[in-house]
């Protein structure tokens, strides 16, 4: 047993399983993750050989390893790690050598030699490329259902796994494979599935019993071979047998996840066959436990730099499967589906996502994957994806605070679609009685928006993909915004049907809109693997000091996004043990704005102030205070307004821009260290309309002590604070956007300290 390997994990879980409420461990950042994937791509390439293969650790050690399999799994996990073929002259030899292999190849290798060149753009792959692509399918085509190892007499389930990925990856790329083939392997599962739900290695031999990894793969391939061969909606024939993999699943994992999966002789290929059931399955959780999130948080820990631990296979395929696990699970999740209670109607479509994701991978080249969530999961978890859709062939029913919690998930830069299966009219009532009065307090603050309205025909949604007009008239929708983006989406068409039959010929149009609806939400941008943010704790400790905020309240729509704020307190609070204390709709006077050290206005519409408003934010700065004026979005009617009253403040005194010195581009402040800026990553949107970088603040200065009174941003910082990216923001990317805001926080504490001193 290697369980001490993962000592920390194994904790957790005993914990979990006794019932002990221990506080939860810190969360796995992108950058967490992103180091360690950097960290194994290096340890990888340092062992190539000069010929292109990491053949020598086939005799290194005794590890078991087939002739070609190091290669060939290596060569596959550096592609799914983002390797570039064309670019990469060490993936160039390694997949030469793989394409030269003179000795007859093994059933796996010829598994990952396809799914390895079948990653290589179709501009890039050569005569050869596609030649042994179509002799290695056919060979594996004659496996029906049943493939070996090598020169393994029997068939076992892990050849089986790896041949149904080969076979179904090579039809994702366009290349032709016949359902018969896939018909022979579901049989083969359905036959050997053990009376426990589970598979063992070896199905045929009897004394052999069903283990995880088996099983995980078992139920992946099912997952595999249901989508190339159902197109139907409704409860799937085969269901049952699924359904009897997961019990087994949930009843062998729920106890000991990390002892069952990191602690056997294989970890690495266990935790692989994890991932697999869970992204062909869309299941965040796994006997009712985040696989990703546990296995990722034990394999982004540092390691030696240079070592690997051993593994069945060595430490070299232990890495290669390392790195395949964290590469896919950094895939950002796009779409959330909502399961409510009914499994009949919830999920009508049963891949429908699933499917439509294959043809964004296809036609956009975009990585993305889904997941299923319940609506009684916590909101960070239904925060993973910008996305939520919700399906319905009855009445949509669920509680109050369940409507509460998925007003609270648009609010925090979701985006809501619900869609009628069949085009159901009561699921479109019920939701619309839902929806109705869901947003009251929103709408009495925001001068008109909140309201569900029908869409016009100039709506982006339908006007993205210029390539199809009147897209309008074609799928009439009912949506709700709050001014600068489209917070809930209601589609009268059923477009997940076309999803589900993967009908991307006669109806494109169902599919181009759900394009839309994904660039709609993302405006186009490269995602995060969350959209919500997740923050390391650099700085320790509790929180030493708190930054008082006023959100000062006025009439240009000044409180979309009210979670932007929170989000910039975790960051600060994480980093630099600074807690934000905000107080919103703060209405400029004297009174109220004493006791705060920032005041903090944004919107994206026009407004104005009165002459006792102005004067007091004018007493407020010249006490000590620092203003922060954003336009939501590059809203060019905020700036207009802005521009008005600062002028007022500061009798048209010209703004000054931040010099390379400057706190707030260093992070320099005082005492605080805040990030220091030097690459301002923009949406697409605000790239387009501005090409060349703007100066990135309008500065107003104390003409005596040179401090800093009043920060003007023209470009969305406050937008993108919670991660999201709408299409048409003209705003920085939220990484960006946390840091500039961060580095004004801490100006602001900073300079409130000096003067109390």
């Known amino acids: 047993m290697k369980a001490k390997i993962f000592t920390a994990l194994m904790l957790v879980c005993i914990l979990l399983a006794s019932g002990y409420a221990a506080p939860p461990p810190r969360e796995t950042t992108d950058d967490d993750i992103d180091r360690q994937i950097e960290a194994l791509k290096n340890y990888l390439w340092t062992q190539q050989e000069s010929n292109g293969s990491w053949e020598k650790f086939r005799y290194a050690y005794d590890y078991h390893l087939p002739a070609n399999y190091a290669s060939a799994v290596i060569t596959y996990a550096l592609l799914e790690a983002g390797g ?63 493939w070996k190892s090598g020169k393994e007499k029997a068939f076992n389930s892990q050849a089986n796994h790896y041949a149904a990925m080969a076979l ?39 004394t052999y019993t069903s283990e995880i990894p088996w099983t995980a793969a078992g139920l992946a391939s099912m997952y595999i071979t249901r989508d190339a061969l159902s197109k139907t909606s409704g409860r799937y024939k085969h269901q049952g047998p699924m359904d009897r993999a997961w019990g087994y699943l949930d009843s062998n ?84 589906k909502l399961n409510y209670g009914d499994d009949t109607s919830w999920n009508y479509h049963p891949r429908d996502i699933a499917r439509f994701t294959e043809y964004m991978q296809r036609h956009y080249e975009r990585t993305m994957r889904w997941q299923i969530v319940k609506v009684t999961d916590d909101i960070q978890t239904l925060l993973d994806a910008p996305i939520m ?103 009268k068409k059923d477009i997940a049907n076309a999803w589900q039959k993967k009908a991307v010929t006669s109806r494109r149009r169902d599919f181009a809109l759900g394009a839309n609806l994904f660039f709609m939400a993302t405006g186009t941008n490269n ?81 104005a102030l009165t002459e006792n408003q102005i004067a007091a934010l004018r007493v407020f700065i010249y006490k000590g205070g620092t203003l922060f004026v954003n336009a939501v979005g590059g809203s060019s009617q905020f700036s207009a307004s802005a521009e008005i009253m600062l002028g007022e403040l500061f009798s048209d005194q010209a703004p000054t821009e931040p010099g390379v010195t400057c706190p707030l581009l260093t992070g320099r402040c005082g005492d605080f260290r805040g990030p220091r800026l030097e690459k301002f990553k923009r949406t697409i949107s605000f790239r387009k309309a501005v090409p ?8 107003y200065e104390d003409s005596k002590t040179g401090r800093i ?36 926080a801490l100006y602001a504490l900073w300079q409130a300290t000096d003067a109390a001193n």
Not at 416 to 435: I, R
Not at 565 to 573: D, M, P, T
Not at 692 to 699: E, G, I, N, S, Y
């Open 84 to 146: 570039s073929y064309e670019n990469d002259p060490r993936l160039k030899k390694a997949v030469a050598y793989l394409v030269n292999i003179k000795s007859q190849p093994s059933m796996s290798v010829r598994a990952f030699r396809v799914m390895v060149l079948g990653r290589i753009p179709k501009g890039s792959q050569t005569p050869s490329h596609r030649a042994v692509i179509k002799s290695d399918l056919k060979s594996l085509s004659r496996g029906k259902g049943k």
């Open 168 to 206: 179904w990856e090579a039809r994702q790329s366009g290349y032709r494979v016949s359902n018969k083939i896939f018909s022979q392997a579901m049989r083969v599962w359905l036959k050997m599935q053990r009376p426990d739900g589970g598979w063992s290695f070896a199905p045929q031999i009897k």
């Open 253 to 336: 994992l729920k106890d000991n996840f990390v002892e069952r999966t990191a602690g056997n002789s294989n970890p690495a290929y266990t935790m692989f066959c994890i991932q697999q059931i869970g992204m062909t399955s869309g299941r965040k959780f796994i006997a009712g436990l985040d696989w990703y999130a546990l296995s990722a948080a034990k394999l982004s820990q540092p390691r030696p730099e240079g070592t690997h631990p051993k593994g069945y296979w060595g430490p070299i395929v232990r890495a290669a499967y390392e790195l395949i696990m964290l590469s896919r699970g950094r895939m950002p999740l796009t779409f959330n």
């Open 389 to 491: 859709l919700i399906e319905g062939k009855k009445d949509f029913k669920i509680t109050s605070d369940q409507w509460a919690k998925l007003r609270e998930y648009t609010l925090r830069g979701g985006t809501l679609v619900f869609v009628p299966c069949g085009g159901n009219k009561k699921f479109l009532a019920s939701v619309q009685e839902g929806l109705k009065d869901l947003y009251v307090q929103q709408r009495k603050d925001s001068g008109g928006h909140y309201e569900l309205k029908e869409l016009t025909k100039n709506s982006p949604l339908y006007t993205m993909n210029k390539k199809y007009r009147n897209m309008g008239a074609k799928f009439p929708a009912m949506g709700i915004s709050d001014g600068t983006r489209l917070l809930v989406v209601v589609l």
């Open 527 to 607: 995602m995060a693997s969350r959209m919500r943010p997740i923050f390391s704790n650099i700085g320790g400790g509790e929180v030493k000091q708190a930054l008082r905020v006023a959100w000062i309240k006025h009439g240009g729509n000044y409180n979309t996004q009210p979670y932007a704020l929170e989000y910039l307190s975790g960051k600060l609070k994480a980093e630099n043990q600074v807690e934000l204390e905000i107080t919103k709709n703060v209405v400029p006077s004297i009174k109220s704005l004493k006791g705060y050290q920032l005041a903090w206005i944004t919107g994206s519409g026009g407004f």
């Open 692 to 699: 060349r970088m703007p100066t990135v603040a309008d500065l």
């Open 709 to 744: 009174l009043a920060i003007f941003v023209r470009y969305g910082v406050h937008d993108t604070l919670d991660g999201h990216t709408p299409y048409g923001a003209k705003s920085y990317m939220p990484k960006t956007a946390r840091g500039i805001a961060a580095n004004v």
